[in-house]
Structures are given as C-alpha cells and as structure tokens.
C-alpha cells in the first residue's frame, strides 16, 4: 500500500515534469533591452512589455536595461543574452551603430532581432517607428511657428549629437520653418547632454546672446524643463514658446506657469507592446505588410518600408500632444 | 635684417620669454588670472553682449557646484591623492537626502537639509579615506573604486526616475536672490543667495590649509610623506580628515545641485569630475601634490566656468564646443607643466 502510493506520487511527479518541459520550451521568449533601468520613460516601457506578455499565450516578456545610459553597457547585457539563447531580443539603443556587430552575432545565432529609436541600424530585421522623425520635428516647428507668429529667432535643442532621433527632430523642424522667410534660426542643435541643468545654462546664454529669441524646439525629454526653467526665471513666459519631446508628469510645473508651452511625446507603453507584436511576427515568421493594423491606437495603418540593411522600417503617426489642459491625464 | 640685429632681437625676445615663464611660476596665481583676461577680451570683441552683468551672475551661479567640489579635490591634491569620486558622493547624498525628506519630513527646513548633506558627505569620503589608509593603495584607484560604488548603491537601492516634487525649503532656498536685475531687454537676471556658500567654504578651505596645525600636516604628507612621517606627522589621520573634509564639501555641493535645478535626478553630476580637477590644475595646484592653494583654485574655476558659458556667445557651433573646450584645457596644461620645468 505504501509502496504502490509512493510509486503513484512519482510517476505522477514524472508525469507533471514531462507535461512541464515541453510547455516551457515552447514557450518563446522576448527580452526587450532599453538604454537605461529606471527612467520614467522606460519603466513606463516595461509596463507595456509587461501587458503584451500577459495578453499573449505562448510568450515570456521581460525587459532589461543598463544602469547607465551606457552604449558599452548595453552591449555587454546584449552579449549575456545571446549566451542565455533567448528567442529574440528587441532593443531601443543608446547608440545604433555601436551595436552592429553585436547584432550581427546575434543574428547569426538566429536569435531574432527587432529595434525603436534606430533607422539607420543595419543589423536589424525590424526598426519600429513610433513616426517619422522628420515629420515628427516639422511638427514641433509647426507649433512654434505659428505661436511666434511666423516671425522671429528661435533655436532647437538634442540631447547630443549623437542621438540620430533628436538631430532628426531639430532637422526636420528646421526644413519646416525654412518656409517662413521670417523663422531665424540661430545656435542650432544645443546639446544638453541629458542634464537638466545643462539645457538651463544655455538656454540663459541663448537668452542673453539672443535677447529677441522666442522659439525653443526641445531635444532630449528633460530638455524643456531646463529652457522652462530658465524662460521663468527670466520672467518671460508669455513672450516666448518653448515647444518638445516630454514627459507630462516631469514638465508638469512649468506646463502650469506657461514656461513650457506644450510637449509631445509618442507613449513609451504602446512603443512597448508593439515592439514585442512585431518581435513576435518575425518569430513566428509572419508578413508585416503595409497599411496593417496592429490594434493599437497610432499604429492601426503602419508604414512599411526598406530599411538600410536587410530588414524593414515599420512607422506608426504614434504622437500625442499636450499641453496644460490635459496633461495629467497621462499618469507618468 | 642683418645676422647680428637679429641674432640680438631673438637673444631678447628668449630672455623677456624665459623671464615671463619664471615669473609665472613664482606666481603661478597669475596664470588663471592672464587667461581669464585673454577670455574675456576675446569674446568680448567678438560679441560685445559678453559685457553684461547677466553674464557675470551666470557665470558666478554655475561655478558654485564646481567651486566645492574644487575645494574638495584641492584639500586631498594637497595632501598628495587624487580624488575622483566626488561627484558620485554628490549624487548619492543628494538624491537619497532629497527623497528621505519628501517621503518622511517635507516640511524640514534647508540648515537641516544641508547638515544632512554635509554628514552623508563626511561619511562617504570618511570610506575613501580609510579605505586609502587600510589598501595602502594609491588614493586615484580607491576613489576610481567607489565612485562606481556609490553610484551603484544611488541607483540600486535608492531609486533611479527623477522628480520634480522636491522639499518645499530647498526649492525656497534655490529661489532666494542677493540681487535681482532687470536688464535692458526686459528680462530678470537674479544672483542667487546660495553664492554664498561657495564664499564661505572657500573662506574655511583657506583658513584650514594656512592657519591650522592640519594644514600644515596635509603640504607636509602631500610634499614628502616619509619626511612628514619621521617629523611626526600622522599621516593616516590627515589622510582620513582631507577625505572626510572633502566629502562634506561634496555632499553640501548635492543639495546646492538639487534647490538650485529644482529637481533630483540620480544621474546628474555624473562626468563633471574632469573639468574640476582640470579646474584645480589650472588654479596651480601640483598634481603631484603639496602645492596649492584656495585662491587659484578658485580662479581655474572661474575660468572654467567662463570657457563652458561663452561658446554660444562666440557662436561656435555645438559641434565644435567640446572639441574647443578639451584643446583649450590641454593647451593651458601644457602652458602650465611648461613654466613648472623651469
């Protein structure tokens, strides 16, 4: 009796084991690496990422990222992903071309690879674009242009010259606003570096240099809290318009005083969850065709086009902007 | 021209140059200051909007952050290390400072706030300093060491997303000016209050190194350490106080950062290590140690400063202001090791 029971609770146990594994093996997995752990921007992502593993059967979703806004860093956990043979890995980088070759590797090992923020990149199968870059700055130009009343000096900001993304912005802005013989633009592309307090000191130099100025075009997200900063201190809130990328919690208090005009920003959660839907087609080997609908709000008529290297550039017209009316509707 | 007039105008010329080098290392104060002056002449002829008070106050306002963490690192060059991880104290006192306040105290006041910041301070650099006495390891490589340490522990245990919400008193404290000016374009230029600190550090600093037996001990361990030990000297104790002291100097200098930017973000101050201790170099302290002082610290700081505010001022595309501002530290370095051979 005793034997025939622990015999029982073992073949059982076996029997559960071996339902197990293969469930697990077929269970494909997407790791969705990002420039930094932490951010608001990217713990938003994650949430995203989160969403789309829990809405889909037969996919693990996990998100991770450097600690530092770090393109060594990055390329370090892209190597350790490789090693653990994950499925896929989608990536937003820090620096595109810095990881060619790592993604080339991966590839090979046919781990699929999908990217954001990268359509320069050639080692890719899929860039997503929430927009297109340059329509996306033209449409930051188009604002400040029409708050300035066509006329006047204005000046665009990047986080650096080296985020592709934010030279694209200040690039198309500048074509749009070179259709208004009034639009001067002068010290273009001011890199913050990243840093709040950076984007403040020159945007006070501009202000000094410049002293008419009344057009700020935004790079990097916290770009604008530091010119708004700096357009508040000045106490010229009315007089000038600063218009960028943003996040509506962080730039709320200067949304308020009117420093910060309006802010746009494509939301980092539904970048999230269609970066892992294309991830997931390219696994299963599906088309991306153009015009599709990917059941999510600003990428229900995708874009399709030929990227640089092998892959194909999918683009959604994914912005949202707001401004002090409405931005607490957007939690983070 | 003939060989012999020549031959005498050039004899000259070298002579009036060798002069000027041993002059200049004899006051190695006047260097910063020259710079400072071929600075200003420059951009001020280039675009004559230089010439503003607004400029000054800026100027004055974004080198109060330097300027502490310069204090710091010249106290332990002094003494003969190298101090790197200020920053990363900087950013881990601020940050955690700055959210303990908002999540268990919002409505402490500043002096609170900055004596928290200053012992947060103290005890991180307390860590550089014993770790250099107990490694018997060069004090560059420790603080290389820890300040990956301390950014990791910032960023791991205390959190990584920046806010805006910070505490009621340091935002008020960021916002108090000694003098507002409104300039002829109709804007507000503000000199903050918080200049002040940088004074009076700086006040302390000199006070320290010129008029107290530890100032003495730290030129002596930092000029000849075996020779400063057989006088008498404690060597580990200076080591342990010109850490902790410029510990301290770095934690007051994060919760300067955060009023004066109105938010704390982990990863600000992150990278600015260079520029200070180029800062101190240019002021004419040795790197090698034993030499320095307050005052010329402060005007490499100042000139520093100066350089990082004027290019857009000058009009120098934002893709060539790195590039100038690294041939500029290396041109006066080289200046500078130049007047120390002789």
Request: aromatic share 8%.
């Amino acid at each position: 009796m005793g034997h025939s029971k622990l015999l029982l609770a073992g073949v059982s146990a076996l029997a559960m084991v071996c339902i197990g594994l293969p469930a697990a093996a077929a269970d494909k997995e997407i790791v969705t690496v990002v420039k930094v752990t932490g951010e608001n921007w990217f713990t938003r992502m994650e949430e995203g990422v989160d969403k789309y593993g829990a809405d889909t059967d037969g996919i693990t979703a996990r998100q991770v990222g450097p600690a530092k806004a770090d393109a060594a860093q990055q390329t370090a956990i892209i190597q350790d992903l490789i090693a653990q043979d994950v499925d896929a890995i989608t990536i937003v980088p820090m620096d595109p071309s810095a990881l060619e070759g790592v993604l080339r590797r991966a590839m090979k090992r046919g781990i699929v690879i999908t990217t954001h923020e990268a359509d320069n990149l050639q080692n890719t199968q899929v860039d997503m674009e929430a927009f297109d870059n340059h329509e996306f700055g033209a449409h930051f130009a188009e604002q400040i242009v029409e708050c300035m009343g066509e006329k006047g000096q204005w000046t665009s900001f990047v986080g650096s010259l080296g985020s592709l993304t934010h030279v694209q912005w200040a690039d198309g802005g500048e074509e749009y606003a070179a259709k208004f013989p009034g639009m001067e633009l002068v010290s273009p592309k001011n890199e913050s570096f990243n840093d709040a307090n950076r984007a403040y000191e020159i945007a006070k130099e501009i202000l000094r240099t410049y002293p008419d100025i009344k057009g700020f075009q935004g790079g990097s997200a916290i770009d604008v809290i530091g010119i708004g900063r700096a357009v508040e201190e000045a106490g010229l809130e009315d007089r000038t318009c600063v218009i960028g990328l943003g996040l509506p919690k962080d730039t709320g208090p200067y949304l308020e005083t009117g420093a910060v005009d309006s802010i746009a920003f494509w939301d980092p959660l539904d970048a999230g969850y269609v970066m892992n839907i294309l991830t997931k087609m390219t696994v299963m080997g599906e088309e991306i065709k153009d015009g599709m609908d990917l059941g999510v709000q600003g990428y229900n008529n995708v874009k399709v086009s030929a990227g640089p290297g092998e892959g194909i550039i999918v683009r959604g017209q994914a912005w949202v902007d707001v401004d002090a009316a409405n931005y607490k509707e957007y939690p983070f | 021209m003939t060989d012999t007039t020549f031959g005498t105008a050039s004899r000259d010329r070298e002579n009036r140059f060798t002069q000027a080098i041993e002059w200049l290392a004899r006051n190695p104060i006047a260097f910063p200051v020259l710079l400072i002056c071929l600075v200003c002449l420059v951009v001020g002829a280039i675009n004559p909007s230089f010439w503003q008070v607004a400029n000054l106050f800026d100027i004055l306002r974004a080198s109060v952050v330097r300027g502490l963490f310069a204090l710091g690192v010249l106290t332990v060059l002094a003494a003969g290390g190298l101090e790197v991880s200020f920053a990363s104290i900087a950013a881990l006192v601020m940050y955690s400072v700055t959210k303990f306040v908002v999540n268990y105290a919002p409505d402490l006041g500043i002096l609170p706030i900055l004596v928290m910041g200053a012992a947060g301070g103290t005890l991180c650099g307390m860590l550089n300093g014993m770790l250099v006495n107990w490694l018997k390891a060069p004090a560059l490589i420790v603080t290389i060491g820890t300040q990956y340490a301390f950014r990791g522990i910032v960023l791991t245990f205390i959190g990584t997303s920046l806010f805006m919400n910070i505490p009621v008193s340091m935002d008020a404290f960021g916002q108090v000016n000694l003098m507002t000016i409104t300039n002829s374009s109709e804007f507000e230029v503000k000199l903050p209050a918080y200049v002040l600190i940088l004074v009076v550090a700086a006040c302390v600093t000199w006070v320290i190194l010129n008029r107290t037996l530890i100032g003495r001990a730290i030129y002596a361990v930092g000029g000849k350490p075996e020779i400063a030990e057989r006088l008498g000297f404690r060597v580990p104790r200076v080591q342990l106080f010109v850490f902790s002291f410029a510990g301290m100097l770095a934690g007051i200098a994060g919760i300067l950062h955060v009023s004066a930017n109105r938010l704390a973000n982990p990863f600000d101050l992150a990278g600015s290590e260079l520029a200070v201790i180029a800062a101190v170099v240019l002021g004419g302290a040795r790197i090698t140690g034993g030499a320095g002082t307050v005052g010329g610290t402060m005007l490499g700081v100042l000139l520093i400063t100066l350089v990082n505010n004027v290019l857009v001022l000058v009009g120098i595309p934002s893709t060539w202001q790195t590039a100038i501002l690294g041939g500029f530290i290396l041109f006066a370095g080289l200046f500078f090791t130049l007047t120390e051979k002789k």
